[in-house]
């Protein structure tokens, strides 16, 4: 059929990609002073522990050059964000055995839950920096989540928790329906309907 557009094979299906970064979150954008900021690593851990601002931007730190997939259906790409890797803060924790499932903890009580298996990923970022500045606060600056291979929900705004549990725990937007996995290469939007909807 050669009168159809040919999709572009670097986007997910369903998805527009657009130039701006729209602005996402529910409530409003929290005042965060990175003097009094904390990153409260907990759980099922060997070594719970709490990161100033400092104390993070001391750490090595990484980059992730890619794109990002909102559920609503837009798509960035190219963008690019600094941040400490996840897998750094596990080093550091030392998860116990049982330790399956990561929750992070956020402004406004948002949370977003994925297996620790996905968020050991190499791209998988506690970011501060996105093209080339500090993270701004309406994007979660001071410091956000970033899990680029999964849509965007799965990237906690204003992130000041990492909770290692033992069992899976369904976020804000899990519980309200969003699907558990969320791979937009999937278009894992929403969970499926309950098998008596027919
Ligand atoms: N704390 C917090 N983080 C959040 C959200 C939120 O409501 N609160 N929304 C999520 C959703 S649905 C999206 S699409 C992205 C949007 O990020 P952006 O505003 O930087 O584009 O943040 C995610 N992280
Ligand atoms: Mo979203």
Known sequence: MPFLKQKDPTVPPGQTVTDGFPVLHVGDVPPIDPKTWRLRVFGAVENPFELTWDELRAMPASEYRGDIHCVTRWTKKNTYWVGVKFSEIVARAKPLAEAK?????????????????????????????????????????????????????????????????????????????????????????????PAWFG
């Not at 992070?104 to 948002?110: G, R, V």
Request: charged share 30%; glycine share 6%.
């Open 101 to 193: 499932y990561v929750i992070q903890h956020a402004d406004n009580d948002y949370t977003t839950n994925l297996p620790l298996a996905v968020m050991l990923d190499d791209d998988v970022l506690v970011a501060y920096e996105f093209d080339g500045q500090p993270v701004e606060p309406i994007h979660g600056g001071p410091v956000r989540m970033l899990v680029p291979k999964k849509y965007f929900w799965k990237s906690a705004k204003w992130l000041h928790g990492l909770e290692f549990k033992d069992r899976d725990e369904k976020g804000f937007w899990e519980v309200r329906g969003y699907n558990n996995d969320a791979d937009p290469w999937k278009e894992e939007r929403y969970a499926d309907l």
